[in-house]
C-alpha cells in the first residue's frame, strides 16, 4: 500500500467514525467501536452514507485489480512462463489481503476512537467471543463484495462491475433493513451479503437477524464459486 492511498484510508476513516459518532453516538456504547455495528435496522440514510463510504472508497481502489494487470504488466510476466490462471491466484491472494488489512486498519481505529471517548462501556471487554465474530464476518464480507467486483470485471467492463456492486451494496443494506423491520422473508438476507458484517443485523447476543454460523458458510461457498468461475474465465480470456 503506497503512502498516499494509506493518507487516503485514513481520512476517509476517520470522516467515517466522526459522521458515526456526531449522528448517532450510541453506536459506541453498543459495541465499543461503531463499524461493525452497522447501519440500524429502520435504515437511517445518514448512517447508511456514513457506512457506505469505507466500502465505496475500497471498490473504487479495486477497480480493474484483476483485469487491468492480467491485460497489461501481466502480459510481460506471462511471457517470463507465468500462466494466467497463477497470476490470477497470485492476485487474488494479494487482495485477500489487501483488504482485509485495511478492514482491521478501520476496525482498530474505530476500537482506539471508542476506547478514548468510551472506555467504560467497550463493549470487546466483556463479549470477547462476539467481537471476534462479527469482526471476522465483516472483514470476510468485505473481501467476498470486492472478489464479486473484481471476478465481473472477468466478464463485463470495469466501469460497469464497479457500478453493479455498489448498486448491489446499497440494495442489500436498504432492503435488509426492511426485512429485519418487518421480520417476514428474512431467509433473503442471506443473499444481501453487505448485512453479515453489523452487528445489528446478526443473531448474536440481544440481537434478531442472521446467523453468524449460516453466514461463513454462505461467504465460504460464494468465494469457492467465485475461485472456480474466475479460473475457468482466466483459461479462456483473449488478452489481445
Not at 471517548?117 to 467497550?122: F, G, H, K, R, Y
Not at 429485519?180 to 434478531?208: A, C, H
Amino acid at each position: 500500500m503506497t503512502k498516499r492511498i494509506f493518507l487516503t484510508m485514513l481520512l476517509v476513516i476517520s470522516l467515517q467514525i466522526f459522521l458515526f459518532n456526531h449522528f448517532d453516538g450510541s453506536k459506541a456504547d453498543l459495541t465499543g467501536f461503531m463499524i461493525v455495528s452497522g447501519v440500524p435496522i429502520n435504515n437511517k440514510f445518514v448512517l447508511l452514507g456514513a457506512w457506505y463510504i469505507f466500502f465505496s472508497m475500497v471498490s473504487f481502489l479495486s477497480l480493474g485489480y484483476l483485469r487491468q494487470y492480467i491485460s497489461g504488466y501481466g502480459i510481460y510476466l506471462m511471457i517470463r512462463e507465468k500462466s494466467k490462471v497463477r497470476l490470477g491466484i497470485s492476485r487474488i491472494t494479494k487482495l485477500m489481503i489487501l483488504i482485509s488489512g485495511l478492514s482491521l486498519f478501520q476496525l482498530l481505529v474505530s476500537i482506539v476512537f471508542a476506547y478514548i471517548n468510551n472506555e467504560d462501556q467497550a463493549f470487546f471487554y466483556h463479549d470477547f467471543q462476539s467481537f471476534i465474530c462479527i469482526a471476522g464476518l465483516y472483514i470476510m464480507s468485505n473481501f467476498v463484495l470486492i472478489f464479486i467486483q473484481m471476478a465481473l470485471e472477468l466478464y463485463l467492463t470495469e466501469q460497469v462491475s464497479l457500478l453493479l456492486i455498489n448498486v448491489y451494496v446499497l440494495f442489500s443494506v436498504t432492503l435488509g433493513g426492511v426485512l429485519l423491520s418487518v421480520q417476514k422473508l428474512t431467509w433473503i438476507l442471506y443473499f444481501l451479503i453487505p448485512n453479515f458484517g453489523m452487528y445489528v443485523r446478526v443473531d448474536l447476543p440481544e440481537s434478531v437477524g442472521l446467523s453468524p454460523v449460516i453466514a461463513y458458510m454462505v461467504l465460504t461457498v460464494i468465494i469457492i464459486i467465485l475461485s472456480v468461475l474466475s479460473f475457468i474465465r482466466l483459461k479462456k480470456m483473449d488478452l489481445n
